[in-house]
């Protein structure tokens, strides 16, 4: 139990040193999703080639996260899986923009899925003090967009898009909302730091 609450601690801190890679994730998802909104009649074309730039630069983000977390020698697996999994479906979605709405919805809602169940799997990993739940809400949202996905994957693309825009700005909220938690945290370390002797 100990070596696990010490691996939870770990794992919290390397998020809380690059809490603004979380920020930034959140503000990529919040700009996609404002644009979803603004232009709902784009065709699923448009959409498709929006759905990927979002998630390869997510993915970018993800793998660069992995690779910080694996030279400080810290658990990396998830992050690296989550990254490269929006980096396939992005670049899928890039080369493939005129396959069919369901293809395109299921490939959506797998991806939704997946995504939400790396994300809470990865929640455990945090303690409650830096944001554990908001990441579980993350996840959540993840998980209820893939699943409407599924019941109807053959609405039309505006629909489609307005599901993708609340989404992206909810997920988009909550990931801000965990970064700033982190940060939060971080600086109350650097600020509580054991290395600092008091002076005589």
Do not use: C, Q
């Amino acid at each position: 139990m100990a070596d696990k609450l010490t691996e939870n601690r770990a794992m919290s801190d390397l998020l809380a040193k690059n809490w603004w890679a979380i920020a930034l994730r959140g503000v990529l998802a919040i700009i996609v999703g404002l644009i979803a909104l603004a232009a709902p009649g784009l065709a699923l074309l448009s959409f498709a080639l929006v759905f990927a730039a979002y998630l390869i630069a997510d993915g970018l983000v993800g793998v660069t996260s992995a690779i910080w977390a694996a030279r400080s020698h810290e658990r990396w697996g998830l992050l690296l899986a989550e990254g490269v999994l929006n980096l396939v479906v992005g670049l899928v979605a890039a080369f493939f923009p005129l396959a069919a709405v369901m293809a395109f919805a299921l490939l959506a809602a797998f991806w939704a899925l997946v995504t939400g169940g790396l994300m809470l799997a990865s929640a455990y990993s945090l303690t409650a003090e830096h944001g554990r739940w908001w990441m579980v809400l993350s996840g959540v949202v993840s998980i209820v967009f893939g699943i409407a996905l599924l019941i109807a994957p053959l609405l039309g693309a505006v629909v489609l898009t307005w599901w993708f825009a609340g989404y992206a700005l909810a997920f988009g909220a909550f990931m801000l909302v965990l970064a700033f938690r982190l940060r939060r945290e971080s600086r109350h370390k650097t600020t509580v730091s054991p290395d600092a002797s008091p002076r005589v």
